[in-house]
């Protein structure tokens, strides 16, 4: 079953949102649609909350299409979930409803397509991504300062 | 001592005219705009899907192999009905009390059962209005767009998972809210006139907040369209740019365009996107019951797929004097085509006359495929 990980705010790929038009166009032409689809994603695609009205304290409200519904009248039982701030809400009507948090992870039925799963929820990483990106960080941090003679344990 | 004060006798006064003003929105946008159909199959609303399964490949006709037959699939979608009902109750006193007042200006308490079975037919349209959107298919509820509308999950009973065409367009963003733009718009309509027989959509409904948040984006790009009055022309090189940009839209248009014909744009906000065949209607009860962010939402429909189809109540019988067949009104703006009431009498069992409306009716999209949402927007 593939699994998806909550890839934070920076994982949405400018390149998914390419317009496909400009396969065959200059490499000018396609660097300034790249950086133009780069800045849109980052100012129009962040992962910042949903609506306040959802939300008190650490508790997301469940959409009404998966909540349990009372046996006898039908009425739709409320329910709220586990959420802090970078989680990632994926809804897949009829299959699943899942509040991924930072860091965490998610196994998605495999009847449901990658490219759908990353429609609805485009900051969520399939394994592939997620390794690259935790390669990314590793590279990134800086080198742990070197131990003074004093402070260094004595050799065998 | 009393004298003749207003203060002492302002009691006595009678009110010479009283004015009913309701404080309840029941417009119903959607309802207005799609068509409305007869069933006429009976137990279920019924209608038969293909999807790719063709064969067809380049062949070597020098003694090459034929290719192996292959069809397009068929299957059968099926829906039920939701039923909606709204009583209507007015006691006999107060039928007698207020049939019985001679002064001028309270005609509202004269026709009581009028008032409240219009008001009733009024709240049952309105029901219907928004469980297009959010009726959850159980609980006697229509199936909604929430649950068509999507491209996961099983609707009109054909699974998507069995057929992986079987899905509308669905863009979101992990729950979170972004900013509506011109180029997610354009690429759910291309993504869905790719996939979808019928090509573009051509309907587009969202809520107000929205709407206003579209009409911004089109600031720069305007070209306002209104009651063009005889003699009136629009000058399109006022301003360097009026009427001449790429995009362009027009405002409240007195008809809707849509597969099924021209309907009268009564009672809502519309912006038409010319450029790219796209009509925006504003409906307040526009919601998704399947995302986390509930109004922020839009959802694109192709006309020619998109229909409300009703069972027609059936005839007047004899042996119910009280029964009536009743069209569908929505508040202030009248009859909502075709859609047909059935009205009843209950048997009496105090003093008064009880009545209660009922249709039966589903919102039908035949074609998921040219449909799409686009949520967390704002």
């Not at chain 2, 790009?221 to 022309?233: A, D």
């Amino acid at each position: 079953m593939p699994t998806y990980w909550n890839g934070g705010p920076e994982s949405v790929d400018p390149k998914r949102f390419f317009p496909e038009w400009l396969d065959g166009e200059e490499d000018a032409v396609v660097k300034a649609a790249q950086d133009k689809v780069a800045d849109e994603v980052k100012r129009h695609h962040p992962l910042t909350s949903p609506h306040r009205d959802l939300i008190k304290g650490n508790k997301i409200k469940r959409p009404v299409m998966f909540c349990r519904r009372d046996e006898k009248t039908g009425d739709v039982i409320e329910q709220w979930d586990d959420w802090q701030r970078g989680s990632v809400i994926l809804a897949l009507p009829g299959v699943m409803y899942a509040v991924v948090p930072p860091g965490g992870s998610i196994n998605v039925d495999p009847t449901v397509s990658e490219k759908t799963v990353k429609a609805n929820a485009p900051h969520l990483l399939n394994e592939e991504e997620y390794r690259a990106q935790q390669e990314k960080h590793k590279r990134t941090e800086p080198d742990k300062p070197a131990k003074a003679k004093h402070e260094q344990k004595p050799s065998a | 001592m009393a004298t003749y004060s207003f203060s002492d006798l302002s009691a006595t006064y009678p009110q010479l005219y009283r004015e009913l003003r309701p404080q309840i929105q029941r417009k119903t946008p959607t309802a207005r705009l799609l068509p409305w159909k007869p069933v006429t199959t009976g137990q279920n609303i019924g209608w038969d899907l293909t999807f790719d399964g063709q064969s067809a490949a380049a062949v070597n006709p020098d003694g090459g192999n034929l290719v192996t037959a292959q069809a397009d699939p068929r299957t059968a979608a099926t829906l039920g009905f939701g039923a909606y009902s709204a009583p209507v109750k007015v006691t006999t006193k107060a039928q007698w009390t207020g049939a019985a007042i001679g002064v001028q200006g309270y005609d509202f308490l004269k026709n009581m059962l009028d008032q409240n079975t219009g008001e009733a037919l009024q709240k049952a349209v309105k029901l219907i209005n928004q469980h297009i959107y959010t009726g959850s298919g159980s609980s006697n509820q229509m199936t909604g767009l929430s649950t068509g509308v999507a491209a996961t999950g099983t609707y009109a009973n054909v699974a998507q998972s069995s057929y992986s065409n079987w899905a509308a367009y669905s863009a979101g963003n992990s729950g979170s809210l972004r900013s509506l733009t011109l180029a997610l718009i354009k690429k759910a309509a291309s993504t869905i006139a790719t996939n979808a027989p019928s090509g573009r959509p051509d309907l587009a409904f969202c809520t107000g907040p929205l709407m206003d948040t579209l009409e911004g984006l089109f600031d720069a790009y305007l070209h306002l369209y209104g009651q063009m009055k005889p003699g009136m022309s629009m000058p399109p090189f006022q301003n360097g740019g009026m009427g001449m940009g790429t995009d362009r839209i027009s405002l409240n248009p007195p008809t809707i365009d849509t597969a099924g014909g021209q309907i009268q744009r009564t009672g809502f906000r519309a912006l038409v996107w010319e450029s790219a065949g796209l009509t925006f209607v504003e409906d307040p009860d526009c919601s998704n019951s399947a995302v986390t962010n509930t109004a922020n939402c839009i959802f694109f429909v192709n006309s020619s797929a998109l229909e409300m189809q009703y069972l027609p109540p059936p005839g007047i019988q004899n042996y119910m004097p009280d029964q009536k067949i009743m069209q569908a009104v929505e508040q202030d703006l009248g009859p909502i085509a075709n859609l047909q009431f059935d009205f009843r009498a209950r048997g009496r069992t105090t003093f008064a006359d009880e009545f209660d409306l009922m249709a039966m009716t589903q919102v039908v999209l035949k074609d998921r495929a040219a449909s799409g949402i686009l949520f967390d927007v704002q």
